[in-house]
């Protein structure tokens, strides 16, 4: 109870605001990410050679199905890291340096999710 007094003292609401809007920023870019593998799945369907047997775009619905465990489940295990993270570098006042890092990490993941559209 006294480290979230701290908390509050040295970051007020700030801290909480800059996870909620972190962990928006990181769900948005998840499903971004669910995308470009659909998109690259579906190139990879698509293409008579290098197509598995037997798979048809039918197989999209269970690719996607496993792509959002695996994505929301990255996500849900990153959100409460980011907390501890958050928490922790405001107790350190370096709150800002730590949600730019993790802002900039996401940027890029987002960037690397709309070049697959771009290039492929």
Not at 48 to 60: D, F, K
Not at 75 to 81: A, H, N, S
């Amino acid at each position: 109870m006294a480290q979230w007094n701290e908390i509050m003292k040295r970051a007020g609401v700030l801290y909480l605001l800059i996870w909620l809007l972190l962990a928006a920023f990181a769900g948005l870019t998840a499903w971004y990410l669910n995308l470009a593998i659909l998109y690259l799945f579906a190139l990879w369907i698509e293409n008579p050679v290098w197509r598995p047997t037997y798979w048809t775009a039918s197989s999209l619905v269970y690719i996607n199905k496993i792509s959002i465990l695996v994505l929301g489940s990255i996500w849900l295990i990153f959100i409460t890291w980011l907390e501890i993270a958050l928490r922790n570098s405001a107790l350190q006042d370096r709150l800002w340096k730590q949600a730019g890092k993790m802002g900039l990490i996401l940027l890029a993941l987002l960037a690397v999710s709309f070049a697959i559209f771009v290039v492929a």
